[in-house]
């Protein structure tokens, strides 16, 4: 499927792994409108830092998830939609649970009837590797167990059910589209990688973490939103939950000595108690299989992580990025 062909709505473009699919998207010369989440300073995330004549080419619609009619209103005239919208950070999801139900499955919902309603040809819905839980085997395929150990994980596990459910009753085009752990540039600082490298770059010598023992796999931002757009391209991920996985695996603990050994390493690591999940909420081990994602469209990374965390080193380096980022603080 040609996407320049397209007209493409991107929900959460304000965010992440939004903006740099915005920025992907307008590199294939494609059509977007970006909801962003409004709000009364006008800001759209970001979206902001894009250049000047890269947002002149995107409109922009801002709204609420969470609102059935805002969302209907940017659905209309769409051909696809890439649902990136969500409530993500795992500790805000233990005090605050309601919210991730209303953003995360209701607002899923709200996209979903919007596409049923408009007769739009493709939803791709935003999964997470955390539906998986700890693995109970590896590498993790699609066909592994789900397991909500957080309320975040448990939301998101609805949201990917509520899409099987539309394609399965109302033949609605819904993939799934699951990311293991992404990093890079404009990442939240409550992630590991952003809070490492802030601490470091502020010139700090003892790096305040939480579990050291914990494995991920992680994608550096490039290539799992190369791996959106396979799927997006490909008519045959449609009823499909597809991985977007590296099959590479590293513990927290060895992903903070590759960091610290490119910015100081003589810093050294500290267990902060603040910063632990409760234990029977950590997952220990992830490890995906990205067999599914390769056999059906050919995507593969292009990043090694060594080379992933030295381009987004050289981003916090820039004194505009960096100080956006309240380095000494435990971010949730």
Known sequence: MDLT???????????????????????????IMAFVCYNSFNSWGWLDTLPEEKLAKVDVFAGDIRDPNGVRKAMEGMDMVFHLA???????????PDSYVDTNIKGT???????????????????TSEVYGTAQYVPIDERHPFQGQSPYAATKIGAD??????YRSFDTPVTIVRPFNTYGPR??????????????????????????????????VKDTVGGFIAIAETQATIGEEINIASQQEISIGQLAREII????????????????????????????????????????????LHRGIGETIAWFKDEGNLRRYKWNLYNV
């Open 109 to 127: 919902l709200n996209i979903l009837q919007a596409a049923r309603d408009t007769g739009c040809e493709r939803v791709l819905i935003t999964s």
């Open 187 to 220: 990442q939240s600082a409550r992630a590991v990688i952003p809070t490492v490298i802030t601490q470091l770059l502020a010139g700090a010598t003892e790096i305040k973490l939480g579990s050291m023992h914990p494995t991920r796999d992680f994608n550096y």
């Open 261 to 304: 050994d490119q910015i100081n390493p003589a810093a050294k690591i500290v267990i902060d108690d603040m910063r632990m999940r409760p234990e029977k909420s950590e997952v220990e081990r992830l490890l995906g299989s990205s067999e599914k994602i390769r056999r059906l469209t050919g995507w593969q990374p292009g990043y090694t």
């Open 5 to 31: 062909n397209q007209q493409l709505l991107v929900t959460g473009a304000d965010g992440f792994i939004g903006s740099h699919l915005v920025e992907a998207l307008l590199e294939k010369g494609c059509k």
């Open 161 to 166: 059910r509520i899409g099987e459910s539309f």
């Open 86 to 96: 969500a409530l993500i950070a795992i500790p805000f999801s233990y005090h605050s």
